[in-house]
T-cell receptor
Framework: DADVTQTPRNRITKTGKRIMLECSQT?????MYWYRQDPGLGLRLIYY???????NKGEISDGYSVSRQAQAKFSLSLESAIPNQTALYFC????????????FGAGSRLTVL | GDSVTQMEGPVTLSEEAFLTINCTYT??????LFWYVQYPGEGLQLLLK?????DKGSNKGFEATYRKETTSFHLEKGSVQVSDSAVYFC???????????????FGKGTKLSVKP
């Protein structure tokens, strides 16, 4: 099994629908992140969490929310999806002492029609 | 604020050619520098890193040297293979004077295609 598992891997939805992307990890890492990848824009940080009770906004948090259900689980929600949220979403983890070496999931491709 | 600028792609090379992907950065503290690689259909993975000036990171034949005087961390490989075809991301995370490390800041990525 992968160290960082994202579900679903692909999702097509319609404008206005609520979407949840889930992430679970077996690394035992404290820190978890959600990034968005768009062509030509690289990766941009949406939210991050340093432990279960710590949630922080990243660069582009508007329109998104997160939940850290346990040390190993970190979910990203789009309450009302819009077409410009069409992107590839990555979950990542890191260890407190890991010097920002991130372990990434394989990605969740979301298309909003 | 902190930022990373890397050369735009795509870059197309023949097998066994020399590769350079340029990366420069702007940082206010003492950044650590990274190269991540994304193979088709996969997430990013760490390729190499350097944590202080003049350090050289290396892995899988790739190298990059942390040059504080030119604020650069260029990625090089002497002889590329078809299997090196991927998107390469330069990134930094900055340490502030209080000893806290910030989150990673990524460049926009450079797509490399290697032809047989």
């Amino acid at each position: 099994d992968a160290d960082v598992t994202q579900t679903p891997r692909n999702r097509i939805t319609k404008t206005g629908k609520r979407i949840m992307l889930e992430c679970s990890q077996t690394k035992g890492h404290d820190r978890m992140y959600w990034y968005r990848q768009d062509p030509g824009l690289g990766l941009r940080l949406i939210y991050y969490s340093f432990d279960v009770k710590d949630i922080n906004k990243g660069e582009i948090s508007d329109g998104y929310s997160v939940s850290r259900q346990a040390q190993a689980k970190f979910s990203l929600s789009l309450e009302s999806a819009i077409p410009n949220q069409t992107a590839l979403y990555f979950c990542a983890t890191s260890d407190l002492g890991g010097g920002n070496v991130l372990t990434f999931g394989a990605g969740s491709r979301l298309t909003v029609l | 604020g902190d930022s990373v600028t890397q050369m735009e792609g795509p870059v197309t090379l023949s097998e066994e050619a020399f590769l350079t992907i340029n990366c420069t950065y702007t940082a206010t503290g003492y950044p650590s520098l990274f190269w991540y690689v994304q193979y088709p259909g996969e997430g990013l993975q760490l390729l190499l890193k350097a944590t202080k000036a003049d350090d050289k990171g290396s892995n899988k034949g790739f190298e990059a040297t942390y040059r504080k005087e030119t604020t650069s961390f260029h990625l090089e490989k002497g002889s590329v293979q078809v299997s090196d075809s991927a998107v390469y991301f330069c990134a930094l995370s900055d340490w502030d004077y209080g000893g806290s490390q910030g989150n990673l800041i990524f460049g926009k990525g450079t797509k490399l295609s290697v032809k047989p």
